[in-house]
């Protein structure tokens, strides 16, 4: 299993967050395979088995979506064995996902948001800087969590108004920077060159703790889940892919191009985005009803 996890980390580049999910899964099931049928290796499952073990997690009442994360972790992990050549067929070609009810994504009202990076939240040191370029990077542009602790001074173009970033399956792309992004951005590096000296390694990560070690997915959450808190009371609505979420929510009500959203979240194909067309029917359908007279 440590070779499907390695070629999860630095072959497919996965998160430490999702590697850790994988690792969790596979060995749950490992585990429900010694116990129930005394077999040692996965690797030695059949369909049969494995649908046993998705039948026990249902029957325990567990989430759909958490099931289907699971079927995941295996469907990638039998390809895996597959192609090294440890299993000469997939048996996961004969199971089947259960059906999961669409779950809109959360998102934080504009007026709110802006209520939020306006004020002065802010503690004016290079904490309060970096803090306040997460939350204005992370609405700005979009980017996922993974993406945001990933960029380093290189990425960025300042002229350009861009910064590249990595996404899933190591593809990158360019996001461009809005003139407030901008001026906290350059704020945040100066601040920094003030923090630690003007030696900091350009090729370097941006994010940085204060004492200058990479950033964490643990402390973007902590820092995100607090400012958010201060808006909205909905824990749902207090972790960073909510930003992620408004950013896509709020652009497409002022008219942006799905396929344009679509580039800027990075996603492989359309009907990942079209989701956020659903919230804004659902807006329409509230606006609509509040307004109309037969409403």
């Known amino acids: 299993m440590e070779l499907f996890f390695d070629y999860l980390r630095f072959e497919r580049r996965y998160s430490p967050h999702t590697v850790l999910s994988y690792q969790t899964d596979l060995r749950q099931f490992s585990a429900y395979l010694k116990a129930e049928f005394e077999l040692a290796e996965p690797a030695e499952a059949d369909h049969t088995l494995i649908r046993s073990w998705v ?41 089947k996902s259960p059906k999961v009810a669409k779950k809109l ?14 004020s002065f939240a802010f503690a004016p040191t290079f904490v309060g800087s970096r803090d ?12 996922r969590l993974s993406e945001l602790i990933g960029i380093k001074h290189e990425d960025l173009s300042l002229s350009g108004k861009t910064v590249r970033v990595t996404g899933k399956g190591n ?10 992004l901008l001026l906290v951005l350059e704020r945040y590096i100066a601040q920094k060159q003030v923090e630690f000296g003007a030696s900091d390694n350009a090729r370097g990560p941006l994010f940085v703790t204060d004492k200058l070690e990479p950033l964490y997915e643990k402390l973007v959450y902590r820092t995100v889940k607090h400012y958010l808190g201060q808006i909205t009371t909905a824990s749902s609505q207090q972790h960073p892919h909510v930003l992620r979420h408004s950013f896509a929510t709020h652009l497409l ?27 804004s029917i659902d807006k329409l359908k509230s606006v609509f009803e509040k307004a109309h007279p037969k409403a």
């Open 55 to 95: 039948v026990a997690l249902m029957q325990q009442q567990m989430d759909p979506r958490t099931v289907n994360r699971k079927i995941a972790c295996l469907r990638s992990y039998y390809k895996f064995l597959l192609r090294t050549g440890v299993v000469t067929k997939n048996p996961m070609l004969r199971i």
């Open 105 to 118: 994504p959360d998102f934080v009202p504009e007026d709110s948001l802006n209520g939020l990076l306006n």
């Open 132 to 143: 306040q370029l997460i939350l204005e990077m992370l609405y700005g542009t979009g980017i």
């Open 171 to 180: 593809k990158q792309r360019l996001v461009p920077l809005n003139p407030t």
């Open 253 to 279: 009500s002022k008219g942006a191009d799905l396929n344009a959203i679509k580039e800027l979240l990075g996603h492989a194909n359309l009907a990942a985005t079209q989701v956020y067309t659903h919230l």
